[in-house]
């Protein structure tokens, strides 16, 4: 789960360089951005256009380019990432690193960086049992670097030994689990309620609502990427299912809530969803038909509030119970009389009058009403909300400890 997460590869000169292709791919199948440099080494092996191509971004191989200065110092590199990930690390870049030698652009962004570093060494077997290979890593762990690797098997130069670069699958397991250990949510367990309801009129109508489930979607993301274990409860929506999220797709409000009732216990319940407030009361086992006796009067059942069952259970209420409200007039009078009602602690609420665009639109205008008082956050991206949430939530979660 690397959503958010934004990685340097640096791919030096060796065989197993062609692994490097792979990695670029399983990294952001998880959702991270990847950014690659290219030593000169490295392009004896893998072309600048298949790493561009994999990453979709520029490769960058020149410390002295005119071009990349101007637009993107090597400074800058190193600055823009999240982790810098040496995969294959030869021998010569453990040693260039281990001694500080900064001769071209990958061992001058790792001298310069300040960032956590992963080196997944790949070379020869004597090369890598040599007491100066040996030394050179002891250095960098000493330093902080993360070692991933090598693993033992045949070498592409016949011997057999210690010295193969660790599987792509493998390295970008070592990636999640770092950003995993440093998570702030690691080892808390959230649940977010997202999109509309359909609640059943006969077998083929039904009563729903235009929430795209953006809002909610986007939170459970950013709870996951922040290392916490996430239930998504979706209404239907068009929205692909977020990896590294356990997704739960429901139809009707009922459903919903025995959804979210199977999934406590949890630190944190976002409520998201545009559940819908009504049902059809007995729903028609067979197509309701035009008989001319006039429409049909369908008569309505009150929807249990999802929100308020959440925070008001017992024994499992989560520890922190997060509503949404949607008004169009009064909104902070509104959400915080809603607060109360509910019981539940933080109301985020917004503006979805029609001129503003909020409802399946890309931004959203948050207040957030909580026992403290009410915090304006300025007109943002749905993707910056739930970041901004996601944070709040964890620095809440850990003060409440
Ligand atoms: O009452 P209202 O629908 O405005 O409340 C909105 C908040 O309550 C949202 O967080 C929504 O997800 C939640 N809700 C719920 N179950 C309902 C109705 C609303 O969880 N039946």
């Not at 033992?152 to 660790?166: F, H």
């Not at 997202?194 to 939170?219: C, K, L």
């Not at 259970?313 to 009064?330: C, D, K, W, Y």
Request: charged residues 25%.
């Amino acid at each position: 789960m690397l959503h958010g997460k934004r990685i340097l590869l640096i791919v030096s000169g060796g065989i197993a360089a062609y692994k490097s292709l792979e990695l670029v791919r399983r990294l952001r199948e998880r959702g991270a951005a990847v950014r690659c440099v290219l030593t000169r080494g490295g392009s004896q092996f893998v072309t600048p256009l298949s790493l561009a191509a994999l990453s979709e971004d520029k490769v960058y191989t020149e410390l002295f380019s005119l071009t990349d200065e101007a637009e993107m110092g090597h400074i800058q590199l190193s600055r823009d990432a999240d982790l810098l990930i040496v995969a294959p690390a030869t021998a010569d870049i453990l040693a260039k690193m281990a001694h500080g030698q900064a001769d071209d652009l990958a061992s001058t962004v790792l001298l310069a960086t300040d960032k956590d570093v992963m080196v997944a060494p790949a070379m020869n077997v004597r090369m890598w049992e040599h007491a100066a290979t040996q030394a050179n890593l002891e250095t960098l762990r000493q330093r902080g670097v993360h070692v991933v690797g090598p693993e033992e098997g045949d070498m592409a130069c016949g011997e057999y030994g210690l010295g193969r670069l660790s599987e792509p699958d493998d390295i970008a397991d070592a990636v999640s689990n770092f950003f995993q250990s440093s998570a702030p949510l690691s080892g808390r367990r959230a649940l977010v309620t997202s999109g509309p309801t359909h609640e059943p009129i006969d077998p083929v109508r039904y009563i729903a609502n235009r929430s795209s489930g953006r809002q909610g979607h986007a939170i459970a993301v950013a709870l996951a990427s922040r290392g916490a274990a996430t239930t998504l409860i979706s209404g239907p929506t068009s929205l692909p299912d977020p990896p590294g999220v356990t997704v739960v797709r429901v139809e009707s409000a009922r459903d919903m809530l025995a959804a979210c009732e199977a999934a406590l216990p949890a630190d944190v319940a976002v409520c998201a969803a545009a559940v819908a407030d009504w049902r059809v009361a007995e729903m028609a086992s067979e197509k309701l038909k035009k008989n001319g006796a006039g429409p049909p009067a369908l008569e309505m059942a009150e929807n249990p509030d999802i929100l308020a069952s959440l925070a008001a259970a017992s024994n499992t209420r989560p520890g922190l119970v997060i509503g949404f409200a949607a008004e169009t007039e009064q909104v902070v009078e509104h959400a915080s009389a809603k607060r109360e009602r509910k019981g539940c602690d933080w109301i985020l609420a917004n503006d979805v009058s029609p001129e503003t665009g909020t409802f399946g639109g890309a931004d959203n205008t948050i207040h957030l009403v909580s026992a403290d008082g009410v915090e304006d956050w300025p007109r943002m991206t749905k993707a910056d909300v739930a970041n901004r949430l996601a944070d709040r939530i964890a620095k809440t979660l850990e003060t409440n400890e």
